[in-house]
């Protein structure tokens, strides 16, 4: 079964710093992977996904796919106080559409 | 924007009682899924679903049974409850790509 790690467990940064999430996962045949921003008493909701090795951008978010070392990072550039959340990094499992998630990082960003 | 509810958004029973968790899904999704969240340990799956009828296991299903009745209803039931199963649970659909969550079900197991 796949495994997802998650690093940080939490992070404080001031406003306007670039912040980085890191996700390790167990099985390189994995499909997609994706991040969810939570807000506390919300559900998850979904940021960017990725596919393939390499890298994605959208907007402030940037992520990069590496699966030989089996590493998925998130970085947000020019943080705000209103990205205050936990992340959750979620990895397919293997095309049945079951997604493993990691237990998250709790990021705080101070005005 | 897709749209999920869940209720119960809390419950309260004690060791041995029945609960039922209902959600719904007005987003025409195939697969839908229930999970619980404590802290250290994120989400969890219990049960999924892709279509009525249809029941795949999940993770830690243990304790659980659950029913996709239609393609807009997915209901977790706990049988006989126990303080272990006190936890927040979610909902989510998805169609091919992303998940979309519920707000949520709190439910307390005395």
């Known amino acids: 079964q796949e495994k997802v790690q998650q690093s940080p467990e939490s992070l404080i940064v001031p406003e306007g710093a670039m912040v980085s999430l890191n996700c390790s996962f167990s099985?390189?045949?994995?499909?997609s992977i994706w991040w969810y921003q939570q807000h506390p008493g919300k559900g998850p909701k979904a940021l960017i996904s990725i596919f393939s090795n390499g890298n994605k951008k959208e907007g402030r978010l940037t992520v990069y796919l590496n699966r030989a070392s089996l590493h998925v990072s998130l970085h947000i550039k020019d943080s705000q106080p209103s990205d205050s959340a936990v992340y959750l990094c979620a990895v397919e499992d293997t095309g049945n559409y079951k997604y493993v998630f990691g237990a998250g990082t709790r990021l705080k960003v101070i005005a | 924007e897709a749209a999920v509810t869940q209720s119960p958004r809390n419950k309260v029973t004690v060791t041995g009682g029945n609960v039922t968790l209902s959600c719904r899904q007005t987003n025409s999704h195939n697969y839908m899924y229930w999970y619980r969240q404590d802290t250290g340990h994120g989400l969890r799956l219990i049960h999924y679903s892709y279509g009525a009828g249809n029941l795949q296991i999940g993770d830690v299903p243990d304790g659980y049974k659950a029913t996709r009745t239609t393609q807009e209803d997915f209901f977790l039931l706990l049988e006989l409850a126990s303080p272990s199963q006190t936890s927040l649970y979610f909902c989510a659909s998805s169609g091919q790509y992303e998940q979309y969550f519920g707000p949520g079900t709190r439910l307390t197991v005395l």
């Open positions: 099985d390189s045949a994995s499909q």
